[in-house]
């Protein structure tokens, strides 16, 4: 595993902070300018370019859906919620939109630095776990080709469906693809040779 | 008819760092007395001491008591970071602002506090940039038990990482522990390029004492291989250290030039940055004697203050003085100059770090 950077280089980073205009927006500005950050206050709507933000600060006590340029939960970079009352539709809101740190507002002189550094943190977590979840229902998707394949190959004269998984795994291994990928492949050359006389296939 | 300004002035005259909190009050002492000896300034400053005698629990309350029995709204002081952040709570209950003239390991940028002496990029980076191309980049981290040694270390790790070398050791000592012959037997063992010293007070001057007596048993562990490397380290501690000090390195703002030094050059950076912050102070005050910590950021804006290092600005943002960078090696009771960096801007959470520029590549490995 590669080291993380430690010291988390904030510097020129961009944050939104989608807030109405308040004692609140002053104090995040200052504490991210001085922590190195661009910072852009928007209300009431998240501009297109917030996609390409680094970090997104957004209000939990006025906030709805329709303010941010991605579908509920779905914001492609670390959020961090400002919560004020603390109604429980509102945190209910709140975690839908999966926020990845949270702050309390009234925001004092403190805070926004942990708060950066949880999000960014929690959001990589939950992206690569997310990645890896969906990696792992592709392969459970493909059980169905590859069982299509072992039959295939088992097909062949005096070849058990052991020695078959055998010979789909070292395909794999020569076309360096994985198991369900060569699975994919031996299925459609199976199926296009289905025409042809079985024995004279490689 | 000069206005009468108090000021809270909060330092610990005795206790295990006791040296360091004196150096500081010898520095505001002198600054507010140069300023009420002004004909020119406009105001009078008074004053305000209270001594928490070096016990942590004393600072919040003695804090609150300058700024409840006077009209104080600022105050010079506090050594520790573990003091300046038990203060900071009472300054934003009283709107207050704390002048805070001691080197700190960053991450901070309080809109109660003034920093006037070093942050990382003004201590730590450039210190080891320095002497990784000359020493080597393996290190051994040595801190008193509070966030000071924390945290620098911790910066230390990455940037001893970044320059291709390793940790072969980390060790912290209680606040006025003196008993450092383990630390020595570790050092002894692992054989480090550097040892980056990050303990305060008795604790850094036992470990100084030990580690001459180390290099007298074998040449690895002599200044000119094998140096002790120190942030907050200056004259006023020197007496303490005596020869042991020889030839090892730190690192600050300023260090006293004896050639051209007169009676009224500070004798250290910690008196020269509790002189500065007076000096930032009654300037600002001489504008607005009402200014409290709100208008600090307005009043450093676009504004240049003179100081023992000589013309600097505070960054409205940050409140973090620009401040020159000197390597000094001890000689004697002082330090020679070994390098000096014009004006480097205040960067207290390493936002604008930059491996390759501070380590000349990507990853240095050095052969020693």
Same mark, same amino acid.
């Given at each position: 595993?590669?080291?993380a950077a430690?010291i ?5 980073a961009r944050?939104? !902070?989608?807030?109405r205009?308040?004692a609140?927006?002053g104090a995040?500005s ?5 922590i190195g950050?661009?910072?852009v206050?928007?209300w009431?709507?998240?501009?297109a ?7 997104v600060f957004f209000? !939990?006590?006025?906030?709805f859906?329709q303010q941010?340029?991605w579908?509920?939960?779905a914001a492609p970079?670390?959020?961090?919620a400002?919560?004020g009352s603390?109604?429980?539709?509102r945190i ?5 939109h999966?926020?990845?740190?949270q ?7 403190a805070? *926004?630095?942990?708060?950066?550094l949880?999000?960014r943190?929690?959001f990589a977590?939950?992206?690569q776990?997310?990645?890896?979840i ?6 459970v998707?493909?059980r169905?080709t590859i *069982?299509r394949? *072992?039959t ?12 078959a998984y055998?010979?789909?795994r070292a395909?794999?291994?020569n076309?360096?693809?994985s198991?369900?990928d060569?699975?994919?492949r031996?299925?459609?050359l199976?199926?296009?040779e289905?025409?042809l006389?079985?024995?004279?296939r490689a | 008819m ?7 002035v ?9 040296l360091?909190?004196n150096?500081?009050?010898a520095?505001?002492?002198r600054?507010i007395s140069d300023v009420?000896?002004?004909p020119?300034?406009?105001?009078e400053l008074?004053a305000?001491e209270r001594d ?5 629990? =004393?600072?919040?309350?003695?804090c609150d008591e300058?700024l409840r029995?006077s #009209?104080?709204?600022?105050v010079?002081g506090?050594?520790? #970071?573990?003091?300046?952040?038990e203060?900071i709570p ?5 709107g ?8 700190y390991?960053g991450?901070e940028? $309080?809109e109660?506090?003034v920093y006037?002496?070093?942050c990382?990029n003004q ?6 940039a320095?002497?990784v191309? =000359? ?5 051994f981290?040595l801190?008193s $038990?509070?966030i000071w040694?924390w945290e +620098?270390n911790?910066?230390a790790?990455?940037?001893i990482?970044d ?7 980390e060790r912290?000592?209680?606040i006025?522990? +003196?008993?450092? #012959?383990?630390l020595i037997?570790e050092?002894?063992?692992?054989k480090p390029?550097?040892?980056l010293? $990050?303990l305060?007070g008795? #604790?850094?001057?036992?470990?100084f ?9 074998d040449p690895h562990?002599?200044p000119?291989r094998c140096p ?11 007496p303490a250290i005596g020869?042991a000090?020889n030839g090892?390195?730190?690192?600050g703002p300023?260090f ?10 500070p004798a250290s ?7 500065a912050?007076?000096m930032?102070l009654a300037?600002?005050?001489?504008q $607005?004697?009402?200014?409290g910590?709100?208008e600090l950021?307005?009043?450093f804006a676009?504004?240049?203050f003179?100081t023992?290092?000589?013309s600097?600005t505070v ?8 401040l020159p960078v ?8 002082g ?18 770090y930059?491996r390759?520029r +501070?380590?000349?590549?990507?990853r240095?490995k050095?052969?020693s």
């Amino acid at each position: 595993m590669s080291r993380a950077a430690h010291i988390p280089n904030l510097g020129g980073a961009r944050a939104f !902070v989608l807030h109405r205009p308040h004692a609140t927006v002053g104090a995040i500005s200052r504490q991210l300018q001085a922590i190195g950050l661009e910072v852009v206050d928007c209300w009431p709507e998240l501009p297109a370019e917030a996609l390409a933000a680094d970090f997104v600060f957004f209000d !939990v006590d006025l906030g709805f859906d329709q303010q941010f340029p991605w579908p509920r939960g779905a914001a492609p970079m670390p959020t961090i919620a400002l919560i004020g009352s603390e109604a429980p539709g509102r945190i209910e809101w709140a975690l839908a939109h999966k926020a990845d740190a949270q702050l309390l507002k009234p925001v004092g002189n403190a805070g *926004v630095y942990s708060a950066l550094l949880i999000a960014r943190q929690s959001f990589a977590a939950r992206r690569q776990l997310a990645d890896e979840i969906t990696a792992l229902q592709q392969r459970v998707a493909e059980r169905q080709t590859i *069982v299509r394949a *072992v039959t295939a190959l088992s097909g062949q004269d005096g070849v058990d469906d052991e020695r078959a998984y055998a010979q789909l795994r070292a395909l794999a291994m020569n076309w360096q693809v994985s198991l369900e990928d060569a699975a994919r492949r031996v299925v459609a050359l199976t199926e296009k040779e289905a025409g042809l006389d079985q024995s004279h296939r490689a | 008819m000069k206005s009468r300004i108090e000021i809270g002035v909060l330092y610990s005259r005795s206790g295990s760092y006791q040296l360091v909190a004196n150096a500081c009050h010898a520095g505001a002492m002198r600054a507010i007395s140069d300023v009420n000896a002004d004909p020119a300034s406009g105001i009078e400053l008074v004053a305000i001491e209270r001594d928490p005698g070096g016990n942590i629990d =004393r600072y919040a309350p003695l804090c609150d008591e300058i700024l409840r029995q006077s #009209s104080a709204r600022h105050v010079v002081g506090a050594v520790t #970071s573990w003091s300046r952040k038990e203060v900071i709570p009472v300054l934003e209950k009283s709107g207050a602002a704390l002048w805070y003239a001691c080197p700190y390991e960053g991450f901070e940028a $309080n809109e109660h506090v003034v920093y006037m002496h070093a942050c990382p990029n003004q201590h730590l980076v450039p210190l080891l940039a320095h002497v990784v191309p =000359r020493f080597g980049a393996n290190g051994f981290l040595l801190g008193s $038990n509070y966030i000071w040694g924390w945290e +620098t270390n911790r910066v230390a790790r990455d940037l001893i990482a970044d320059a291709g070398g390793k940790v072969l050791g980390e060790r912290y000592l209680p606040i006025g522990e +003196t008993d450092v #012959s383990r630390l020595i037997e570790e050092i002894k063992a692992t054989k480090p390029s550097f040892i980056l010293n $990050n303990l305060i007070g008795t #604790s850094s001057y036992a470990f100084f004492a030990a580690y001459a007596d180390l290099a007298r048993d074998d040449p690895h562990f002599g200044p000119e291989r094998c140096p002790i490397l120190s942030c907050n380290l200056t004259e006023a501690e020197l007496p303490a250290i005596g020869a042991a000090g020889n030839g090892h390195l730190s690192v600050g703002p300023y260090f006293r030039d004896a050639a051209t030094a007169t009676d009224e050059t500070p004798a250290s950076s910690f008196e020269a940055s509790a002189y500065a912050s007076v000096m930032v102070l009654a300037k600002v005050l001489a504008q $607005n004697p009402d200014a409290g910590f709100a208008e600090l950021s307005t009043a450093f804006a676009g504004t240049s203050f003179a100081t023992p290092f000589g013309s600097i600005t505070v960054d409205p943002q940050t409140q973090h003085a620009t401040l020159p960078v000197e390597i000094g090696r001890i000689s004697e009771l002082g330090f020679e100059r070994v390098s000096h960096i014009e004006r480097v801007a205040p960067d207290p959470y390493l936002s604008r770090y930059d491996r390759a520029r +501070t380590f000349g590549r990507a990853r240095l490995k050095v052969v020693s």
